[in-house]
């Protein structure tokens, strides 16, 4: 039988052992949350910078300046998860954009004009046979209008019918003229 000094020497060692039993539960909890927090933040949103790769192809002049025929080459991820990718062509001059930039990319096909620099015009052919435009003097938007459709009569926010025509042929004139190093599509008449 257990004597009465043992039982009372037990007695006063349970609370350290419950402590100690309650002290460890709770690390290894902490432990446990920590390590769930960690491998739920790296799994929530994918790491895909290797994915967003950007090639420049072109010269310098001697003043370290982007001269001649440029070409960017892009490839990326979009918002909704997809690859995406873009090829620009256009030309420098003392390290300004000048002439017609053709632009090709996820979501459509772009022709910008440049004086010194500045643009002057850009011209996007959108999907669903959708045209934009922008036109700017000394830099400062003057008109634009967006994804207005090229075929129908019925264009709210849009330019007249006939002034859309005409913004397709100069699209177009631009895109057959300039831009032969990307495969752009011509925009669609009705």
């Given at each position: 039988?257990?004597?009465?000094?043992?039982?009372?020497?037990?007695?006063?060692?349970?609370?350290?052992?419950?402590?100690?039993?309650?002290?460890?539960?709770?690390?290894?909890?902490?432990?446990?949350?920590?390590?769930?927090?960690?491998?739920?933040?790296?799994?929530?949103?994918?790491?895909?910078?290797?994915?967003?790769?950007?090639?420049?192809f072109?010269?310098?002049?001697?003043?370290?300046?982007?001269?001649?025929?440029?070409?960017?080459?892009?490839?990326?991820?979009?918002?909704?998860?997809?690859?995406?990718?873009?090829?620009?062509?256009?030309d420098?001059?003392?390290?300004?954009?000048?002439g017609?930039?053709?632009i090709?990319?996820?979501?459509?096909?772009?022709?910008?004009?440049?004086?010194?620099?500045?643009?002057?015009?850009?011209?996007?052919?959108?999907?669903?046979?959708?045209?934009?435009?922008?036109?700017?003097?000394?830099?400062?938007?003057?008109?634009?209008?967006?994804?207005?459709?090229?075929?129908?009569?019925?264009?709210?926010?849009?330019?007249?019918?006939?002034?859309?025509?005409?913004?397709?042929?100069?699209?177009?004139?631009?895109?057959?003229?300039?831009?032969?190093?990307?495969?752009?599509?011509?925009?669609?008449?009705?």
């Open positions: 039988m257990i004597s009465r000094e043992k039982i009372i020497k037990y007695l006063r060692v349970l609370p350290d052992v419950l402590l100690g039993i309650i002290v460890f539960i709770g690390m290894v909890g902490i432990g446990a949350i920590f390590w769930l927090f960690i491998v739920l933040s790296l799994s929530e949103k994918p790491n895909n910078s290797d994915r967003d790769i950007a090639l420049h072109g010269s310098y002049d001697t003043e370290h300046r982007r001269t001649g025929t440029w070409e960017i080459k892009s490839s990326y991820l979009l918002d909704n998860g997809n690859d995406g990718s873009s090829h620009i062509v256009g420098y001059e003392k390290g300004l954009r000048v017609v930039w053709c090709k990319d996820s979501y459509g096909y772009e022709v910008q004009v440049y004086n010194e620099g500045i643009l002057q015009e850009s011209l996007r052919f959108g999907w669903s046979n959708t045209i934009s435009y922008e036109r700017y003097e000394k830099g400062i938007m003057q008109e634009s209008f967006y994804s207005c459709y090229i075929d129908r009569d019925n264009n709210k926010d849009c330019l007249t019918k006939a002034t859309l025509l005409n913004l397709t042929k100069r699209y177009n004139e631009l895109v057959e003229k300039h831009c032969t190093k990307v495969a752009m599509r011509f925009a669609i008449l009705p």
